[in-house]
């Protein structure tokens, strides 16, 4: 039986663009695949369904390419130490057909090369080195058009072997039967197959190397992944693989080493770097009784903790996992790319067989010659190697630069959407607000303050609510011993109410109190005026008489006030959804310069709000604490979870930010108009260098000028259009959010 899981391939043998959409179709034929998802920039894909991984492979082999399921870490850095290998055999191939072509080339635009038909045997020998070149250099660019043409496709590797390919045989035919054609036609290629083939390996291994640069910010997030782990075991402290480490073990950690696994502290304490983890640059302090983080880093004193996450489960493991998801995952932008070039390989072969034809009948003398230079110039600079790469290349490294700001980017249509977002939406407590909030008023009514807070805290033991562990903390703190309620029932968006030591006890907003026909006159006011000091006001009845009031406040978060003022920066509104009572809410908004308040908003009711702000045209993002918020998270264009160190809602939003600062919301955005930039500017480079390379090969410039573009010309614009957009994108690596 199988289970749906997500399988993670490394293919090979993919030239283009054009194979992307056939390893994809091939994959999703698979009996079982719901998606799969290949990035032709990592040589990768991405599979979820119900499926084993052999079947994945098999599919992948019967559509003419290679693949291997990978499984951990080692399969990465074996999947690396592969590709190195790959990129010297590049160099070697490109230094071998450059050694046999070079020469020839140069002797040919300076000396001259001796006449066909009295140097047959020079020649001969010539067409036999070009033909190794071909078979050594380039014999995988044929081996990959064959199996193309048996699955029916056509990719790079197709043009590249028809161009050379009739090439080299056309001077062949030529050099065994000079007679065949009229002495000024009696011209050889066997240099420009050679340099062709040459400046394609080359242009493969720059593009290789570039590539490898990409996926630097997983290299770091594996790197922070310690090899062994200080345990103690019965009373003694040994080092032992970190794959040995299990549930609530007990390990040591010593100044400037790497926390393991994720636990919390149970005796000691320490301050931790966790930069690369949140990309807050400040170590944090942590005491018993904190979390602690898989590949953080404690910067000084000693502690002990217990192991509560291990292996795929820490949150550096799951991280890692995100940004790789990520990284494969493709914007609306790139699925298009995917269509277009799918079909575009087979059209440049009918433009090919246009532009034969055209030479051959209209064309001047030397007619053949002119034909097969045109021929054999359209099929080399057409490969749409740049097209395939435009996107992902960009996207990879968008995401890798996110992460190391905290960023955590689920899809790629979210970091596409990101730069078009018109409203922020922000949750209140624990988003703009510390979400620690503390009591700060009580006030009574024939009834005394440590009966009232130990009432309130006692109905609150049975709720979820935020507020409530502020409640009870402070009865806590008082050692006030708790009464125990019954027929606990939470009323959603009003409070609570139990029964007490036989009493009747609410606790809850006004809305409570007037549902349940309690006056509240003689403290309305007093709840008024603390509302505009940004407290929350909750008030108790007992017996349906009004007993007091228990105030709440949470503090702003230090950074809200400077982070709403980037969001005004970037043209953006500003809009708090609360549940929270209009005065707190309004109070809260004036502190910080939010633009509209929206209050008193039911937790089910809130993916609405968001959606009326849809229907009147924004570009909505909403930002919550990724738990309470996540229908309005999923409803929103981009939804921001907010979290810190290991408490990370990563399934409830598009965007996870790491620590719990607002800053990571304008970071995204920069970051996202960043990299869409950067996706435009290569696929305006790719279009543009088809759109008028192809004409110009085909000779549309011959009746106005007398030239023809050389074959060899094309082959190295087309190596180093590649390596264009990949340099391009690399320059997103050096992008600063101005934060």
Known sequence: MTQTTVHRLSVSGMSCAGCVKTVEDALLAVTGVTEATVNFAEHTADVTGEVSGDDLVQAIIRAGYNAAVMQGVEDEQQKEAEEMAYYRRLLLKAAVAG??????????????????AENQMFWLFIGAASLFALIFSGGHFFTGAWKSFLSHNANMDTLIALGTGSAWLYSMIITLSPQLVPVEVQH?????????????????ALEMRARGKTSEAIKRLIGLQ?????????????????????????????PGEKIAVDGIIIDGHSSIDESMLTGEPMAVNKQQGDEVAAGTINAQGTFLFKATRIGKDTALARIIEMVRK???????????????????????????VLTAMVWFNFGPEPRVSFTMVATMTVLIIACPCALGLATPISIM??????????????????????????????????????????????????????????????????????????????????????????????VAGQGVQASVEGKKVLFGNDKLMHANQIDIGAMKQRAQALATEAQTPMYLAIDHQIAGIVAVSDPVKQDSKTAIDRFHQLGLK???????????????????????????????????KVAALQARGDVVAMVGDGINDAPALARANVGFAIGTGTDVAIESADVTLMRGSLHGVSDAIAISKATVRNIKQNL???????????????????????M??????????????????????????????GH
Do not use: C, W
């Open 99 to 116: 050694v046999i072509g070079v020469p020839l080339f140069i002797s040919g635009i300076t000396i001259g090369m001796p006449p066909l």
């Open 188 to 204: 050889v290629y066997f240099e420009a197959a050679a340099i062709i083939i040459a400046l394609i390996n080359f242009g493969s």
């Open 226 to 254: 310690p090899k062994t782990a200080r345990v103690v075991r019965n009373g003694q402290e040994m080092d032992v693989p970190i794959e040995d480490v299990g549930l609530d073990e007990t390990l040591r950690v010593r």
């Open 326 to 352: 990520a990284q494969n995952t493709k914007p609306a932008i790139g699925r298009l790319v995917d269509k277009v070039a799918s079909v575009f390989v087979p059209v440049v072969l009918i433009i090919a």
């Open 397 to 490: 490294v968008g995401v890798g630069k996110a992460a190391e700001y905290g960023v955590l980017i689920r899809n790629g249509d979210a970091l596409q959407t990101a730069g078009r977002i018109t409203t922020i939406v922000l949750d209140k407590t624990g988003t703009v607000t510390e979400g620690k909030p503390t009591v700060t008023a009580l006030v009574t009514n024939n009834i005394d303050e440590n009966e009232l807070l130990k009432m309130a805290a006692s109905i609150e033991t049975g709720s979820e609510h935020p507020l409530a562990q502020a409640i009870i903390s402070a009865a806590q703190e008082k050692q006030l011993g708790l009464y125990s309620a019954e027929n606990f029932q939470a």
């Open 574 to 608: 500003v809009v708090m959804l609360t549940g929270d009572n209009a005065a707190t809410a309004n109070a809260v908004a004036n502190k910080v310069g939010i633009d509209e308040v929206i209050a008193e908003v039911m937790p089910q009711d809130k993916a609405d």
């Open 684 to 706: 305006f480079g790719a279009f543009i260098y088809n759109t008028l390379g192809i004409p110009i090969a085909a000779g549309i410039l011959f009746p106005f000028t007398g």
């Open 708 to 737: 023809l573009l050389n074959p060899v010309i094309a082959g190295a614009a087309m190596a180093m259009s590649s390596v264009t957009v990949v340099s391009n994108a690399n320059r997103l690596r050096l992008f600063k959010t």
